[in-house]
C-alpha cells in the first residue's frame, strides 16, 4: 500500500491541454474513483500516474519517493485496461500467472498466488479454459486477477467494465469493493459513468477540462456540490436548473418561490438547482401548508411523460413559466400524462448557483442563524 500524490500535474498533446496542473492525493489503501465526461483527462492522469505518459511539469509522488523519471516497469504498479488483452494461446491459469512467471517466482509460490486469486474472483472452475471459452464478465475478472496476484503498490483501473452490459457491470462493481476491502490496497478507478463513481469509491474526484472540480466522499459532493457542473453531472435523473432571482428574503423564479437568502452576496440573478427527488407530491394545498416540511408554495405542474423506474416514476413536467422539470414520485398513485400536478420543494433541498462562476452559494432560511 501507499500514498499516490499529485503535484502541479500538468501535460499537453500539441495544442491541447489535457492536464491542467492537477493536484491530488490518493491516500494509503483508499479506492478512489477519477470520474468526468469524455475528454476530460482521467485516463491521461492514469497513465501519468502508471508512467505510460511523462508530466510536461509538475510531480508524482509515492509514498515519500518521486516517480517522475522511475520506468513504468519500476513503478510497483498493476493497469486493467477497458479491453481484456489477455493471451488467447493460453489458459487462465498462465494468464494469471504470466506476470510473475516473468519476475522469476517460484513454481510453488506462483501456483499459490494464482489458485488464491482465482477462489477471491470466482475462477477457480475456469482456470483451464482459454478466453474464447469465457464470456466478457469472466474475461474482465482474469484480467483484474491477473493484475492483483502481482501485489502491487497501487492498481490503477481504466474504464474495465465499459464494455459489459449492465447486468455483468453491476456484478463486478461490488466484486471489486468487496476486493478493495479485503486486499486494503491503493486502487485508482477511472471512469466516465456517475452511478459507477458514487457506487464504488470511498471518494470521488469529477475532473473537467483537464482540472479536478471537486474531490470527496460521494454523498458529500451529492448533497454539496461545489459547483453547476458537479451537480448536473452528479444524480440520476440529473438535477433541473431554473433562472431565478434573490430579491430580499426570498429566492423567486416564474411561479417559484422559496424563503432563501445568500449572506454575503447582493440581491440579483441567480440559478436554482433542484434535483428530481426533492419534489412532494400533495393532493391540496391545504395539504401542504399542514405538512411539517412545508416552507415554500405549492406549484402547479404539467406532466407530459411518465418513465417508469421500477418502485418509482420520473415525471417530465412544464412548470409556472414554461420551465421543463423532470420530477420524482413513488409508482403507486403516480400521475399520468396529461395530469396537472401539485407539489413542493423543502428549501433545505434547495441548491442556489452564481450564473457567471457556476459556485453554490451558501443560503439560509428564514428563521436561521447566519
Known amino acids: 500500500m501507499t500514498t499516490v500524490t499529485l503535484s502541479g500535474l500538468t501535460k499537453s498533446y500539441a495544442q491541447t491541454l489535457a492536464i491542467d496542473a492537477v493536484d491530488l492525493e490518493i491516500r494509503e489503501g483508499e479506492l478512489l474513483v477519477i470520474v468526468g465526461p469524455s475528454g476530460c483527462g482521467k485516463s491521461t492522469a492514469l497513465r501519468l500516474i502508471a508512467g505510460l505518459e511523462k508530466p510536461d511539469r509538475g510531480q508524482i509522488h509515492f509514498g515519500e519517493r518521486c516517480v517522475d523519471t522511475v520506468p513504468a516497469r519500476h513503478r510497483d504498479v498493476a493497469m486493467v485496461f477497458q ?16 506476470g510473475l512467471r516473468m519476475r522469476g517466482e ?32 469472466e474475461q474482465q475478472r482474469v484480467a483484474v486477477g491477473r493484475a492483483i496476484v502481482r501485489q502491487p503498490a497501487v492498481f490503477l483501473l481504466d474504464e474495465p467494465l465499459s464494455n459489459l452490459d449492465a447486468q455483468l457491470r453491476e456484478g463486478l462493481r461490488v466484486e471489486l469493493v468487496r476486493l478493495h476491502r479485503r486486499l486494503q490496497t491503493t486502487m485508482i478507478h477511472v471512469t466516465h459513468d456517475q452511478t459507477e463513481a458514487m457506487m464504488m469509491g470511498q471518494r470521488v474526484a469529477v475532473m473537467r477540462g483537464g482540472r479536478i472540480e471537486q474531490v470527496g466522499p460521494p454523498l ?23 433562472s431565478a432571482q434573490i430579491d430580499g428574503e426570498a429566492c423567486q423564479s416564474d411561479g417559484f418561490r422559496w ?91 434547495v441548491h442556489v448557483f452564481d450564473p457567471a462562476t457556476g459556485r453554490r452559494l451558501e443560503t439560509v432560511r428564514d428563521g436561521d442563524e447566519i
Not at 293 to 307: F, G, I, M, P, Y
Request: proline share 10%.
Open 220 to 242: 458529500e459532493l451529492f448533497q454539496r456540490p461545489a459547483n453547476r457542473f458537479v451537480a448536473g453531472f452528479l444524480g440520476t435523473p440529473p438535477m433541473n436548473f431554473l
Open 83 to 98: 479491453d481484456y488483452a489477455l493471451y488467447p494461446h493460453m489458459s487462465v491459469r498462465d494468464n494469471l500467472g504470466f
Open 259 to 349: 424563503p432563501l437568502r445568500t449572506p454575503g452576496t447582493s440581491d440579483g440573478p441567480v440559478e436554482v438547482g433542484v434535483r428530481p427527488s426533492a419534489f412532494r407530491l400533495v393532493a391540496s394545498p391545504k395539504e401542504s401548508a399542514a405538512s411539517e416540511s412545508a416552507a415554500s408554495e405549492t406549484l402547479r405542474l404539467d406532466v407530459e411523460v411518465v418513465q417508469p423506474l421500477g418502485a418509482r416514476v420520473l415525471l417530465q413536467c412544464r412548470g409556472p413559466g414554461g420551465q421543463p422539470l423532470g420530477v420524482e414520485c413513488p409508482a403507486a398513485g403516480a400521475p399520468a400524462a396529461g395530469d396537472t400536478l401539485t407539489a413542493e420543494v423543502d428549501p433545505r433541498q
Open 106 to 137: 517460484r513454481r510453488e509460490q506462483v501456483r499459490r498466488r494464482v489458485a488464491e486469486v482465482a477462489e477471491a474472483l470466482g475462477l477457480d472452475s475456469l482456470l483451464d479454459r482459454k478466453p474464447a471459452e469465457l464470456s466478457g464478465g
